[in-house]
């Protein structure tokens, strides 16, 4: 893989997940571009730099050891990925602290490097929590690839930040830039919420939180066909969500015992709220992780998965396999993994790769509803 050579660094970086034979680097032009114009402005040693949205380390490993940096996102893979990238470059594994997105950001910053996220939603949560967060003079320095920058990415930053400067291309890049100015206030529209009938929960929704305007068709497809009778099993919604997959089983099934994963610190932060209001003090595991890596081998009956098919902006079913991959590992012998699918992904014929019995449980014009069992 080629290095990421720029004024600051020439790093060595890989993606997270691993993937053998990966065919796509762990950055682009407009890391560069932000890299490149940070040297430009020759900050002093003592400059305080937030990054945001840092898919795999490449902006806050570069700038570690140089400047103050801070990093912050709202994916457990990205701070993987940075904590890897650091070791792999001989960096001090606490040189760069990581602050979820879930959590507050402490003190102000001169800079701010910022990768526009693909929820729109999430750049104007990150720009309103900006406001006391930044110095005299502070700038918000944006940048992304150009197919993937929309005008309200710049409307935004001018909304809530100061006066928006737009860069010409580069490498088919570009970067906005809105300098600090005095702006009124902003509350958050976030979290935003619904309500369901079936079951009557209402369900709150962080800013990065997947269909956070309502519920989705594939877990709408989902829902009436969740297993019951489950007893005391330890079951996992794995890539949770807001956790309505686990509540609504866990309504169904009062003695079982569950735990709700994702990549997401929102959407975490999201279930754990809901599961509150809806199941009060019953105790569960919330925990954002590499999906069931760090789970105990067959330590599992039910796993129930609405599976992602895209990490960031790059389609495909790599991430989806390897949930399966694990479902199974953490599985027991006679456990069961539940998923609900588009019907063109083809699920079936990969299920039946790593389990035995897999068999459709239901179906509509777009969906199948999946169970395979080890």
Not at 138 to 147: D, F
Not at 167 to 174: E, V
Not at 255 to 280: C, I
Request: hydrophobic fraction near 45%; proline fraction near 6%; glycine fraction near 6%.
């Amino acid at each position: 893989m080629p290095l990421l050579t720029t004024p600051y660094a020439e790093l060595d970086l890989i993606r997270q997940p691993d993937q053998a034979n990966d065919p796509l680097q762990a950055f682009d032009a407009a890391d560069e571009y932000l890299l490149a114009q940070m040297h430009a402005q020759a900050p002093a040693a003592d400059c305080r730099v937030l990054v945001l949205n840092d898919s795999f380390g490449a902006l806050a490993a570069s700038l570690a050891g140089k400047l103050h940096v801070v990093s912050s996102g709202d994916s457990h893979l990205a701070h993987l990925a940075l904590e890897k990238n650091l070791s792999r470059n001989g960096l001090p594994f606490d040189s760069v602290p990581f602050v979820p997105a879930s959590e507050t950001w402490q003190g102000s910053f001169d800079r701010v490097l910022l990768r526009v996220p693909k929820t729109l939603a999430l750049l104007e949560e990150q720009l309103i929590r900006l406001q006391g967060h930044l110095a005299p003079g502070a700038q918000v320095i944006a940048g992304a690839m150009i197919k993937h920058l929309p005008r309200a990415a710049g409307d935004l930053m001018g909304k809530y930040i100061g006066p928006v400067q737009a860069s010409l291309a580069q490498k088919k890049a570009r970067l906005l830039t809105a300098t600090l100015a005095t702006r009124p206030l902003a509350r958050s529209p976030y979290p935003s919420r619904y309500r369901l009938d079936a079951p009557a929960v209402e369900l709150v929704n962080h800013a990065n939180v997947f269909c956070r305007e309502g519920l989705d068709i594939g877990t709408r497809a989902f829902l009436p066909h969740l297993p019951r009778d489950l007893g005391r099993a330890r079951v996992a919604d794995l890539g949770c969500g807001n956790g309505v997959l686990a509540i609504a089983s866990a309504l169904a099934n009062p003695d079982a015992h569950y735990t709700l994963v994702d990549e997401s610190y929102m959407a975490v932060q999201s279930a754990r709220e809901n599961w509150q209001a809806a199941l009060g003090e019953r105790p569960a595991v919330f925990e954002a992780a590499d999906g069931l890596a760090g789970v105990e081998k067959q330590s599992l009956e039910v796993v129930l998965c609405n599976p992602p098919f895209h990490q960031q902006q790059v389609v495909g079913d790599f991430l989806a396999w390897r949930m399966f991959q694990q479902a199974r590992e953490a599985l027991v012998v006679g456990g069961a993994l539940y998923i609900v699918g588009n019907r063109h992904l083809g699920y079936h014929s990969k299920l039946t790769r790593l389990f035995r019995g897999v068999e459709q449980v239901a179906a509509t014009p777009k969906f199948v509803i999946l169970k395979a069992r080890k």
